[in-house]
Nanobody
Framework: QVQFVESGGGLVQAGGSLTLSCTTS????????NGWYRQRPGMKREWVAT???????AYGDSVRGRFTVSRNNGANTIDLQMNALKPEDTAVYYC??????????YGQGTQVTVSS
């Protein structure tokens, strides 16, 4: 099992920035990919960004160029820097971890609301 503590969500105006942070614990030695998903109102959960244990990053089309995912292995944290936020970025954001054996874990989520 992997546990998460997420923080950094809140209310921001369009065009503003927020940084989400996630601290992981538990069986993190088995994790090879971390990242973030989100669920917008009335929509299914969608992939936002991931970073692998060798530092490779990938982003969803809707956030590429605006969001940056990073990780601090020493502190077991994964951050999501979000710039140029849009009202359509309003969602619950979930920290994510995947293990080498194919298990997937999600945090409890943190709300991000972008006002127009």
């Amino acid at each position: 099992q992997v546990q998460f503590v997420e923080s950094g969500g809140g209310l921001v105006q369009a065009g503003g920035s927020l940084t989400l942070s996630c601290t992981t614990s538990g069986n993190i030695g088995s994790v090879n990919t971390n990242g973030w998903y989100r669920q917008r109102p009335g929509m299914k959960r969608e992939w936002v960004a991931t970073i692998t244990d060798n530092g490779s990053r990938a982003y969803g089309d809707s956030v590429r160029g605006r969001f940056t995912v990073s990780r601090n292995n020493g502190a077991n944290t994964i951050d999501l820097q979000m710039n140029a936020l849009k009202p359509e970025d309003t969602a619950v954001y979930y920290c994510y971890a995947a293990t080498r054996s194919g298990q997937h874990y999600y945090g409890q989520g943190t709300q991000v609301t972008v006002s127009s």
